[in-house]
């Protein structure tokens, strides 16, 4: 014999019942909401300064010696080369310079008593076309009066030429064409090096 199951209708009341759990359940599934509070924007500043530099590497070579002939040119075999490196700003400096000096221009080198002037010494910086006697005034307070020489100049007034760096290569010899007769003995000197810009 089947058995037979009577469905119960889902009432008016029922369904409300049924409703309300499920909206119940469903809030309570809902995460909460919290308000972000911020405070004022506040700042700070960073700076980082690099200060200007010209420097001076070790002349190449730093001493030379020759055997000296009276009424002749006496050259120094070697050239000498030093270089010369910057990072300077373009809104202070326009050129960078590397200037020679000897202490006392009327004693550029000695001997004992006999002394040959700056005037006897002279410089070329390409490769001995054109000689120049160390005979000019300071260059902006540096070096000294008679006895300088301007070796180098380069302009730094456009983008990466306020930063570089130049080997200086330059050759030196003793003039004594119409000079009079020198000592017998050593005769010694030192042609001071510096670069400064401006």
Do not use: H
């Amino acid at each position: 014999m089947r058995s037979i199951t009577r469905k119960t209708p889902l009432t008016v009341r029922g369904a409300c019942a049924l409703f309300t759990l499920l909206f119940v359940s469903t809030i309570g599934a809902v995460p909460r909401l919290s308000a972000q509070v911020s405070s004022s924007v506040q700042s700070i500043s960073l700076t980082a300064a690099k200060g200007e530099t010209v420097t001076l590497g070790a002349p190449t070579p730093n001493v030379q010696a020759l055997t000296l002939v009276d009424s002749t040119l006496n050259q120094y075999a070697t050239p000498f080369s030093i270089t010369v490196s910057w990072d300077v700003r373009n809104s202070t400096s326009t050129v960078v310079s590397l200037v020679g000096y000897f202490p006392v221009p009327a004693q550029a080198l000695t001997n004992g008593a006999d002394n040959l002037a700056s005037s006897r010494i002279e410089v070329s910086t390409n490769g001995g076309t054109l000689w120049q006697p160390v005979t000019a005034s300071a260059l902006s307070g540096v070096g000294t009066v008679g006895g300088s020489i301007v070796l180098f100049t380069s302009p730094v007034t456009q983008g990466e030429a306020k930063r570089g760096s130049k080997v200086v290569s330059f050759l030196v010899r003793i003039n004594l064409l119409n000079a009079p007769a020198t000592s017998a003995g050593t005769y010694t000197g030192t042609l001071n090096l510096i670069a400064i810009s401006k």
